[in-house]
């Protein structure tokens, strides 16, 4: 059983996780409720995710043996994370299905291979242009202009490795403050608000999207995510038809989270542009667990295991309100708030940026 469209799991089978956080401990509570087993396999002894399923491996990604092992326990293997290294799903790839895709890592890890590719669609993004170094920056600056924003072309998440310039900016101390020698500068786009679209595809083409969600974010770290958005329908299905191509032109397994600028138009109709893709469950979406009839973590575990897609309803309009490091310890102040739910990680200690956990306020709907 080596192709996707191979994969057709029944209760009982297993699940194999890459990455052992947040994301990894909700898909694992998703599979349970379906019958299906999950094994986790992360470095981190420390874990969320350990502490809901039956089974771990804790070894690093590239210990092959540990990696054989867990394939040979596992019917499927998945990810929580985008930045798995492509030699360890190699390894898995050759034993057991990965997915998604391993194949489609290597155009979401790299930021200007993605953009090249969102581009080759004909879906709009801001105006990029590869860096190396700090004179292909300065002409880079003189084509797109300033402000703009210079990004890592690898491993960077939640604002991290990427920084505005502005006029008057040392540009030598800006590039070497980025630590690297591959980087992508974008233009700056004045977007009206940031909104996501998660996205679940089967095998066999299916495509089912949540809500547009919007999203608000404080020191480059999402912290409010609300659904519906509150954009006009005309842009929410446009934004909902850029992920299904998106998803489709990947033939991807699972769930996405396609990220997305809204943005005026000059003298005519708002647009979308196109900023990221996460090839995985997305915080943004984390708001379907409470606030629509199928997560989309159940989504994803659907996908994978082969199994029909659900069509998404939700109940009502949501709210998401992450708890990012001391934010955790108001959670008993949120168990009284009426029609919250609090959803906690299991982390340790509270750390500034790191986030320890969310919380779900649905206001339901309106009948008649």
Request: charge should be negative; hydrophobic fraction near 45%.
């Amino acid at each position: 059983m080596t192709a996707s469209n191979a994969v057709k799991l029944k209760p009982g089978d297993t699940i194999g996780i890459l990455g052992g956080g947040q994301l990894g401990r909700m898909l694992a509570m998703a599979a349970a409720r379906l019958g299906l087993r999950c094994q986790v396999f992360s470095p981190d002894p420390d874990s969320p995710a350990f502490d809901v399923v039956q089974n771990a491996t804790c070894a690093e990604y590239a210990d092959v043996e540990a990696l054989e092992l867990f394939a040979n326990d596992v019917d499927v293997v998945t990810y929580e994370f985008e930045n798995v290294p492509a030699a360890t799903a190699m390894v898995l790839a050759a034993r057991r299905p990965v997915l998604p895709a391993y194949k489609i890592l290597e155009t979401t890890q790299d930021r200007l291979i993605e953009k090249d590719f969102i581009s080759k669609l004909g879906i709009g993004t801001a105006d990029y242009a590869d860096v190396s170094s700090v004179g292909t920056l300065r002409t880079a600056i003189d084509r797109i202009g300033l402000p703009a924003v210079i990004k890592t072309r690898r491993f960077g998440y939640d604002g991290k490795g990427q920084a505005i310039i502005r006029e008057g900016d040392d540009l030598e101390q800006v590039w070497e403050d980025l630590g690297t020698k591959s980087a992508i500068l974008e233009a700056f786009v004045p977007f009206e608000r940031e909104i996501s679209v998660i996205a679940a595809r089967s095998a066999s083409g299916e495509v089912e999207c949540f809500d547009v969600t919007e999203n608000e974010h404080r020191d480059h770290i999402l912290k409010i995510s609300r659904a519906p958005a509150a954009i006009p329908d005309e842009l929410a299905i446009q934004a909902r038809a850029i992920a299904e191509k998106i998803a489709s032109a990947l033939d991807y397994v699972g769930v996405l989270a396609v990220e997305m600028f809204a943005v005026p138009g000059n003298g005519s109709k708002a647009t979308v542009l196109v900023n990221e893709i996460a090839p995985r469950v997305h915080n943004s979406g984390h708001w379907t667990l409470d606030g629509a009839s199928i997560s989309q973590f159940e989504q994803h575990i659907r996908a994978i295991a082969g199994w029909p897609l659900g069509k998404p309803v939700r109940h009502g309009d949501v709210v998401m309100t992450n708890l990012i490091g001391d934010d955790i310890l108001s959670y008993e102040q949120w168990l009284a708030v009426p029609g919250a739910t609090v959803h906690l990680y299991g982390k340790g200690t509270p750390r500034p940026g790191r986030k320890m956990g969310h919380v779900t306020e649905v206001t339901p709907a309106r009948k008649g």
